[in-house]
T-cell receptor, first 115, second 113 residues
Framework: KAGVTQTPRYLIKTRGQQVTLSCSPI?????VSWYQQTPGQGLQFLFE???????NKGNFPGRFSGRQFSNSRSEMNVSTLELGDSALYLC??????????????FGPGTRLTVL | GDSVTQMEGPVTLSEEAFLTINCTYT??????LFWYVQYPGEGLQLLLK?????DKGSNKGFEATYRKETTSFHLEKGSVQVSDSAVYFC????????????FGKGTHLIIQP
């Protein structure tokens, strides 16, 4: 069974641009969550999608948005990029909506560099 | 809000040494606890989990026990190998579940042959 895939793996953008990252969950998984990983702040929860609906959202500005398609694939978008948005963006999928017992499977991440 | 505290390292050990990575947490509710491992260039892999007090999670020789009285979930392994070199993250998920996983800063473990 294929794991969680994320594209692209690496991305370089300049300040003010926007970017879209893609995540394909494990086949049959319906929940997709996104996390931002930086050396300073560590791993922080961005949002979770389940059945094409955003269920939970972390403490990030509105420049960060996402969506989920009917095939459970998800995209996240960051508009008006800032230097501080440089990070590894991780996507995680699980069978059902996030809960204390559900294991999340992580992808390899997309490394975004903002110049 | 919820938080997880763990030693950041790097922690350097010799092969076959005993490993302990401390993890303590603060949570408003009654969380589930997890250890994840991240190898270079890869995403996170779930190493083990525990969902209630006194539960012991174990996998690949690693163990951690959910201690509610000390709000801790320390990771241990009796004999580490070079292949265990990685970054280890302690995390919690509150039962309310609105904020995803809350992670510690990660502990970089280096095992020398």
């Amino acid at each position: 069974k294929a794991g969680v895939t994320q594209t692209p793996r690496y991305l370089i953008k300049t300040r003010g641009q926007q970017v879209t990252l893609s995540c394909s969950p494990i086949s049959g998984h319906r929940s997709v969550s996104w996390y931002q990983q930086t050396p300073g702040q560590g791993l922080q929860f961005l949002f979770e999608y389940f059945s094409e609906t955003q269920r939970n959202k972390g403490n990030f500005p509105g420049r960060f948005s996402g969506r989920q398609f009917s095939n459970s694939r998800s995209e996240m978008n960051v508009s008006t990029l800032e230097l501080g948005d440089s990070a590894l963006y991780l996507c995680a999928s699980s069978l059902v909506e996030q809960g204390p017992y559900n294991e999340q499977f992580f992808g390899p991440g997309t490394r975004l560099t903002v110049l | 809000g919820d938080s997880v505290t763990q030693m950041e390292g790097p922690v350097t050990l010799s092969e076959e040494a005993f490993l302990t990575i401390n993890c303590t947490y603060t949570a408003t509710g009654y969380p589930s606890l997890f250890w994840y491992v991240q190898y270079p260039g890869e995403g996170l892999q779930l190493l083990l989990k525990a969902t209630k007090a006194d539960d012991k999670g174990s996998n690949k020789g690693f163990e951690a026990t959910y201690r509610k009285e000390t709000t801790s979930f320390h990771l241990e392994k009796g004999s580490v190998q070079v292949s265990d070199s990685a970054v280890y993250f302690c995390a919690l998920r509150d039962r309310g579940g609105a904020d995803g996983l809350t992670f510690g800063k990660g502990t970089h473990l280096i095992i020398q042959p």
